[in-house]
Nanobody, 117 residues
Framework: QVQLVESGGGLVQAGGSLRLSCLAS????????MGWYRQAPGSQRELVARLSMGGETKYADNVKGRFTISRDNAKNTVSVYLQMNSLKTEDTGVYSC?????????WGRGALVTVSS
């Protein structure tokens, strides 16, 4: 099992920045990728950014050039960050951290990001 705890959500004006953090603990040896999804009100959840343990990144087209995913490895934990710059009102949503394991994905509870105009 992998436990994920997100932090860093909040309210920000359009054009501003936020940094989301996700701390993974537990069976982190089983993780082969981590990422961030978001769900806007009335919309389906969508992939925002993904980072494999090998370092490959993938971004949604609508965040390329504005968002950056990164990772820090510690002895018993892995932290994944999402730096969000030049935020737009359409970036509003619940951002959830995901850890892709062996045949199973683990999800955090989500962090609300609200971008005001």
């Amino acid at each position: 099992q992998v436990q994920l705890v997100e932090s860093g959500g909040g309210l920000v004006q359009a054009g501003g920045s936020l940094r989301l953090s996700c701390l993974a603990s537990g069976s982190i040896f089983s993780i082969h990728a981590m990422g961030w999804y978001r769900q806007a009100p009335g919309s389906q959840r969508e992939l925002v950014a993904r980072l494999s343990m090998g370092g490959e990144t993938k971004y949604a087209d609508n965040v390329k050039g504005r968002f950056t995913i990164s990772r820090d490895n510690a002895k018993n934990t892995v932290s994944v960050y999402l730096q969000m710059n030049s935020l737009k009102t359409e970036d509003t949503g619940v951002y959830s951290c995901v850890a892709e394991g062996n045949g199973m994905d683990f999800w955090g509870r989500g962090a609300l990001v609200t971008v005001s105009s």
